[in-house]
């Protein structure tokens, strides 16, 4: 069910301690973005994007200073101003025609006042400098008596960059758009005879950001989101199916290759065509092979959100206890990196102006890292990994993913088939949700194969999978050496708060799971 | 405060002046603030203020929609003038359009009491001491092992003012409030959660806090010492907060859009029987106070009762006017207020004491289902029901089945929907699903 704006009131509370992720989070409203044909919407961009705030909307260093002192001014360990602008545009083919676009267009800014652990927080939709102020007071509110807190001399960020920051998104010309989506119908229809429907649709999101912190940094970054959506229905003899997928990347259109996008018709036509004969499996405890490439997806919920920093400094998470200790065989290896090129989890900088950076969690099978932002890395005593990010200016940073994957093992297709006599080989995944506390995951699988007696049989759909954190981790027991980093368009939402996230594995074998089935 | 009327007004102005025929405007202004606590004191404060324009265009027979938040005066004109100036790329499409004026009329002169200046009221102080109150009450549920407590309490406002080029004029304001308590436990290092809440227009209908805090202890409690049951078809009891989700992600494919593409179950469905006697959905746009009433919807069109589920007869789709024109159907409207399913006789308990063999359901976890064919598989969270008693909890365990029969064996509806809640669905038995786990 979509939401309306009118639904602002949750429907039912957030499950407790879940999070999730979706691919393909496609809006049935018109969804919103910013158009801009005539006048640009980005001004010339100065070195590393750095002064676009100053530049468009009078934003200068002597108003950040009286915005940040006004955030301490009852106190607080730091504090930090976070302005955001995002053009986003949307074009949708259906029915042969492309006849559906949207744009939207935020600017905002958000004030935090951190007092150890306790946050304040304010953001204001207008950058003059009286607004920006009265937010300023109401986020210092919560550092009522605290320790007068330190204004620092700013220094730019110097950080790598990961994508292009001259995507230009706001100057994309809507007719080569509408002839894009024209020719990727009419090649899935050519594709194979059965296509009936084509639903295609691509989706850019520009978003500037500019972070200022009371300890010393800023840093301005732009991020090129875009994605490409396609669905297909098939008709075979009064049947029908369908299947959809997804192609996404931190780049600018030119990422849209004929290649590219000929593997996602490929991938679709072929994944709708097993459907047809798809069964689903008996369900009970079986071995799974997971393929290279999206299964990430069982990573970042049997491991990722657990070991978040922000659920273990509360300790309610089940790694709570755990950090270098086994978790997993010598052969595992897990990674969340922002340092992927033109991969939907990069980052330059994080939301807090941590320096994009990879973090090792699990080194040969021991757990070595959480992932942290500011608050749990001074809880802890290290330093900030760069995962402190958020959806927009309306929130406040939480530890996220970024890109998670596994690191090449040596097992072969062949060597983890060999003597499985019933199980299940999974490809293509829509959506998965962890329980933090306890560790119960799950994620759906769309597409796979049964594998009976060593073999890959007959098609599988539509099943969920459940499983343990730890106890899927100590049964990852063979890993392939076929690394794959995902293009799966995956959102991951906490907290109210959704993110682009990136995914990648080697195939694995996991020795036993609990699969859906009658 | 905003001139919301006049920021409308002069946008449907621009955007006749600039070339489009017509166009639907709509500005919705918020309030918010919120308290989150922890351990003794405030985890979070968050107080904001938010703007949103959107326009829909309709130029040339061509469509687009846009919004923005950036409201200085010169954005708006540039917005609006680079808006037209797109949509005149796009694509000719005979099926968009406004609304018929006619379905403007007729909308309800009740008074829906969405707005209670008793939430403006409401400081910081009022919440935070709210937060410390419900953690006081959670503390004394001594004979849990407590990990954690975190209450929160959130309360906003939001006015709208929208307006079309074919005469409708809708404005809004309303209150809202949620309080909420959720509570870990420690058992043997899983650290297993769960909450209770209540979100209202009115802070006079909130229930006492004892209730919420109650709620969240009922459910973490159930969540102690979980084992994985064989697999084998089961009786469940859905909790009316499963109930609500399930019949959520069961309806989905009633969307017009779904219906165009070509990926809904439903589809040719009109007056077939999908259900048991039981399965009555009516969506009430006008219950007093409800938290998904409205008098009229997205498109402008008056809202009004409708019978979506009929004793298992599908009755209605979802239908914008786009989709009901490329369907050549009438359009109802494109999403739901407040759903009602009629309530039953007997309490949750008196259900589950009948059950021999069966799973009290109290949360899913993930899962998904196919639009088209009504496949679904979920994880779920419950206890297991032997002889009318809950006895082990449960975990780690799915339930599968097809949408497009399980309602059939739709046996028992409770009588204790949620009032705190817009899905107002009440616990349900449903015989004989599968449920898999070792």
């Not at chain 1, 550092?143 to 230009?168: C, E, H, I, N, P």
């Not at chain 2, 809004?172 to 309080?179: E, F, G, H, L, R």
Request: with cysteine.
């Amino acid at each position: 069910m979509t939401w309306t704006r009118r639904d602002f009131m949750v429907t039912s509370a957030l499950a407790a301690g879940a999070v999730s992720l979706v691919g393909c989070a496609s809006s049935k409203k018109e969804e919103v973005a910013v158009p801009l044909q005539q006048e640009p919407f980005v001004q010339p961009i100065l070195a590393d994007c750095r002064g676009y705030f100053e530049a468009k909307f009078g934003v200068t260093t002597e108003t950040i200073d009286r915005v940040l002192r006004e955030a301490l001014s009852s106190g607080g360990h730091w504090g930090e101003l976070f302005f955001e602008h995002t053009f986003s545009l949307a074009l949708v083919l259906r029915d042969g025609i492309v006849s559906t676009a949207s744009t939207g267009t935020g600017l905002g800014m958000g004030v935090r006042t951190v007092v150890d652990d306790q946050v304040g927080y304010a953001y204001t939709e207008s950058l003059l400098p009286e607004d920006m102020l009265r937010a300023a007071q109401a986020s210092a509110a919560i550092a009522q008596g605290a320790d007068v807190g330190v204004l620092m001399a700013r220094k730019w960020l110097d950080f790598k960059r990961f994508y292009t920051d001259s995507a230009d998104f706001a100057n994309l010309d809507v007719a080569i758009l509408v002839a894009f989506l024209r020719d990727i119908e009419a090649r899935t229809r050519a594709k194979d005879p059965l296509v009936t429907k084509v639903e295609a649709s691509v989706s850019f999101v520009e978003r500037r950001i500019m972070v200022n912190t009371s300890d010393g940094v800023t840093a301005e970054d732009v991020q090129p989101y875009l994605m490409l959506r396609l669905s297909v229905v098939m008709e075979k003899d009064g049947e029908t199916q369908t299947n959809s997928t997804s192609v996404a990347g931190m780049a600018g259109f030119d990422f849209f290759t004929r290649e590219r996008v000929e593997m996602a018709i490929d991938e679709v036509v072929r994944n709708t065509r097993l459907l047809f004969d798809a069964v689903k499996p008996r369900g009970g405890e079986w071995p799974v092979i997971l393929a290279a490439g999206a299964s990430g997806i069982l990573l970042h919920e049997a491991i990722g959100h657990g070991i978040e920093a922000d659920f273990n400094r509360k300790n309610i998470s089940i790694f709570a206890d755990k950090l270098n200790k086994r978790v997993a065989e010598d052969e595992v290896t897990i990674v969340d990196d922002a340092t992927i090129e033109m991969n939907r989890g990069a980052l330059n900088v994080d939301d807090e102006g941590i320096v994009g950076q990879r973090t090792v969690l699990v080194e040969k099978g021991v757990l070595r890292s959480y992932l942290h932002d500011k608050i749990s890395a001074r809880h802890y005593g290290v330093d900030p990994t760069g995962n402190g990010r958020r959806e927009s200016y309306k929130h406040s940073p939480q530890p996220r993913m970024r890109t998670t994957y596994m690191e090449n093992g040596s097992s072969s297709l062949e060597e983890m088939l060999h003597g499985i006599q019933y199980g299940l080989y999974c490809e293509r995944f829509t959506n998965g949700q962890v329980l933090i506390g306890p560790g119960d995951y799950t994620f759906y699988v769309k597409n796979g194969f049964l594998i009976e007696d060593g073999k890959l049989t007959a098609p599988i759909k539509d099943v969920n999978l459940i499983g343990n954190g730890p106890d899927t981790l100590a049964k990852m027991v063979k890993v392939g050496a076929d690394l794959e980093i995902s293009t799966w368009g995956g959102t991951c939402g906490k907290g109210g708060q959704g993110v682009p996230v990136g995914l990648g594995m080697p195939s694995v074998l996991v020795s036993s799971l609990t699969v859906g089935g009658i | 405060m905003t001139n919301l009327r006049q920021i409308v007004t002069d946008t449907i102005a621009l955007c006749k002046a600039n070339g489009a025929q017509d166009a639907f405007v709509s500005l919705g202004q918020s309030h918010s603030m919120s308290v989150s606590w922890r351990k003794g004191r405030i985890e979070k404060l968050q107080s904001a203020g938010a703007s949103a324009l959107h326009v829909q265009l309709f130029v040339d027979g061509r469509f687009s929609a846009h919004s923005t938040s950036d409201l200085r005066s010169d954005s708006i004109s540039r917005f609006v003038e680079r808006g037209i100036a797109m949509t005149r790329l796009l694509e000719p499409d005979p099926f968009r359009g406004l609304a018929d004026p006619a379905r403007y009329e007729g909308r309800t002169t009740q008074d829906l009491e969405l707005f209670d200046s008793a939430v403006n009221a409401l400081t910081p102080a009022d919440l935070v001491s709210q937060c410390q109150a419900i953690e006081a009450l959670a503390q004394e549920k001594s004979d849990l092992p407590i990990e954690d407590i975190t209450s929160s309490y959130g309360a906003g406002m939001r006015r709208y003012f929208e307006m079309s080029t074919n005469g409708f004029e809708g404005e809004m304001v309303t209150t809202s409030a949620n309080k909420s308590c959720s509570i870990v436990l420690n058992d043997d290092g899983k650290k297993p959660s769960d909450y209770g809440s209540a979100a209202v227009r009115h802070v006079s209908d909130f229930p006492e806090i004892g209730t919420i805090v109650d709620e969240a202890a009922a459910f973490a409690r159930l969540r102690l010492g979980q084992k994985k049951l064989p697999s084998r078809p089961r009786t469940l009891i859905l909790d009316r907060r499963v109930a609500r989700q399930l019949v959520s992600s069961f309806l989905s494919p009633l969307s017009g859009y779904d219906l165009v593409a070509k990926r809904s179950y439903f589809e040719g469905k009109i007056g077939a029987n999908l259900g048991s006697g039981l399965l009555t959905l009516v969506d009430m746009p006008h219950l007093v106070r409800g938290l998904g009433s409205s008098p009229y919807d997205d498109e402008g069109m008056a809202t009004r009762d409708a019978t979506i589920f009929d004793k298992g007869v599908l009755k209605q789709y979802l239908l914008d006017n786009y989709c009901a024109r490329k369907l050549d159907l009438e359009a109802t409207s494109g999403s739901l207020n407040n759903l009602v399913m009629p309530k039953g006789e007997r309490s949750l308990a008196a259900m589950i004491a009948d059950v021999k063999d069966g799973i009290y359901v109290i949360g899913l976890l993930g899962g998904n289902k196919d639009n088209l064919r009504g496949d679904f598989s979920h994880g779920i969270v419950g206890v297991a029901i032997e002889n009318g008693e809950l006895t082990t909890p449960i975990s780690e365990m799915n339930i599968d089945g097809n949408f497009t029969n399980l309602w059939q064996r739709l046996v028992e509806v409770g009588n204790d929907p949620s009032p705190y809640a817009n899905y107002l669905i009440p616990s349900l038995r449903i015989d004989d699903v599968s449920v898999s786990g070792t």
